[in-house]
């Protein structure tokens, strides 16, 4: 492990090297064993004030930089906004200078617009941490699938990753496309032409509509939620006929290989993307992943906020 | 690499490997003396040279006394007090220890000793996984300079130097060179 770590932001894995990401993942390793300790907390942090912005709502991801910030002995303070009244611009210069005002060290963002975190990164001195941004990236969920995969198969490299569902709202599925080919691996894109367009291709995947194709190849499956919230319009008839076409249920299951991940960066729809046997069957990483998240986020910490700026 | 070639030219040697060899077996005699419950001790090299000097050290005990001593890596980056200072950070890797640590004696080892940072973090990280009976300090050179009051119980060598000098450790098993204690003047 030659590489140096020189950023002081996290805003999305494209701009990553394969090196970068490796050192994240080896980094987390180390992070990982903190929370096997009798005192699972570590003062690699102390003194650090850490703001958690989160202009859309999320449970899971901000307590989960919460919990890492904690185990770093850093500071946390969470902030919640709407952007209903004022416009994208105004708000993020308002947010810039109210962040440097507390002298945050380290600011976790989570916006609506894509591009934010970067427009933040560009006028702070503090460290900002994509903790996704519109339909753009969410470079910690993908690192800790990664993290998740290369824990129990101990490769990346070589393997064959269906991503499933929602494809063109996701920035979960965008971060991972990035990750996962620069370490390797073979992606295929699933889900109705609506929602996962031949364009996708230009990024070196592969695209498919026919989930019973691709599931026998599989060596990991990566199931998105349908964002709801995200769609201005219609892109399926209606629920029933997603599950029918996409949905991972029991039977479908059944074609998997039998050493073939299960993955969800969750909250789960049980029933719809996911029947509730499969999410909980012994495939399945879902709790994994939630327990890599942290130390996976706790390594991205200790690299963007502990280097000196 | 050119540059690690000058510096070397430039550097006095001070201990070669037969003399790292003897300072180590002497350690190893010292820790046996002084550890009457020889089978309690943990000896937890600080990475990455630590690491080896405590698997050479458990190596001479198993020769001596044909007990085999549990070793271990403590990660100290995690621990360190100048996060946030440093324009390079330190690596961090995961701990490797026998646990639980209760009732044992943990000898922590490094190659160096300087300021004593790097030991009060480890003793933190120890900490952290449990209360051994006791700790001691091994190192293959003091060099001075403390700033913290922390002693050691074993040293390969006593080495005076000045603040701006630099001791360099190179052991075959780590560095890819043979082994080697010199001192850089700068």
Not at chain 1, 68 to 84: C, E, G, M, P, Y
Not at chain 2, 91 to 108: D, F, M, Q, W, Y
Not at chain 2, 110 to 115: A, K, M, P, R, S
Request: proline letters at 4%.
């Amino acid at each position: 492990m030659t590489t140096r770590w020189t950023r002081k932001d996290l805003l999305g894995l494209r701009e990553l090297s394969a090196e970068e990401i490796n050192f994240i993942l080896e980094t987390a390793d180390a992070f990982k064993q903190v929370g096997t300790r009798e005192i699972k907390k570590v003062p690699a942090l102390r003194g650090k004030t850490l703001v958690n912005f989160f202009v859309e709502p999320s449970t899971r991801t901000r307590t989960s930089f919460e919990l890492a910030a904690f185990r770093l002995s850093a500071d946390v303070i969470n902030i919640s906004a709407t952007t209903s009244s004022l416009t994208k611009g105004e708000t993020l210069k308002d947010t810039a200078r109210n962040l440097e005002a507390l002298h945050a060290d380290i600011l976790v963002l989570r916006h609506s617009s894509a591009g934010a975190p970067q427009f933040l990164a560009q006028r702070l001195k503090s460290s900002v941490i994509n903790a996704g941004d519109g339909a753009h990236e969410h470079p910690t969920q993908a690192l800790l699938d990664l993290y998740t995969i290369r824990e129990k198969r101990e490769k990346i490299a070589g393997l064959h990753v269906a991503i499933i569902g929602d494809i063109l709202f996701s920035r979960v599925a965008r971060s991972n496309i990035f990750g996962l080919l620069k370490l390797g691996a073979r992606v295929t894109l699933v889900g109705p032409s609506t929602l996962v367009p031949r364009e996708f291709e230009k990024l070196g995947v592969e695209v498919s509509h026919k989930i019973d194709d691709v599931l026998p190849k599989a060596d990991v499956v990566n199931l998105l939620r349908i964002q709801h919230e995200r769609q201005r319009r219609e892109y399926f008839p209606g629920i029933d006929e997603y599950i029918r076409l996409f949905g991972l249920t029991k039977e479908r299951a059944r074609f998997l290989k039998p050493d073939c991940l299960i993955m969800h960066p969750g909250p789960i729809n049980r029933g719809v993307e996911i029947d509730s046997e499969v999410a909980d069957g012994l495939q399945s990483v879902i709790l994994d992943q939630v327990t890599n998240g942290l130390a996976v986020r706790m390594a991205v910490l200790y690299l963007c906020g502990g280097i000196s700026t | 690499m050119n540059q690690a070639k000058q510096n070397s030219s430039a550097a006095v040697p001070i201990m070669d490997a037969e003399a790292i060899r003897r300072a180590i077996r002497r350690i190893a005699h010292e820790i046996i003396e002084r550890n009457p419950q020889l089978a309690k001790v943990v000896l937890v090299g600080i990475p990455s040279r630590g690491v080896e000097i405590a698997e050479r050290i458990a190596a001479f005990i198993h020769d001596i006394e044909e007990i085999d001593i549990e070793t271990g890596a403590i990660d100290v980056a995690m621990h360190r007090d100048d996060v946030g200072t440093r324009a390079e950070l330190p690596v961090v890797r995961a701990s490797k220890l026998p646990l639980p640590l209760e009732g044992r004696t943990v000898i922590i080892v490094d190659d160096v000793l300087y300021t004593g940072r790097t030991v009060r973090a480890a003793m933190d990280a120890i900490n952290s996984f449990g209360r051994p009976a006791r700790i001691q300090l091994a190192a293959l050179v003091d060099r001075g300079h403390r700033e913290l009051p922390i002693r050691p119980d074993y040293v390969g060598k006593n080495l005076p130097t000045a603040g701006s000098e630099k001791v360099q450790v190179r052991l075959q098993q780590t560095d890819g060179e043979p082994d080697e204690v010199r001192l850089e003047k700068q």
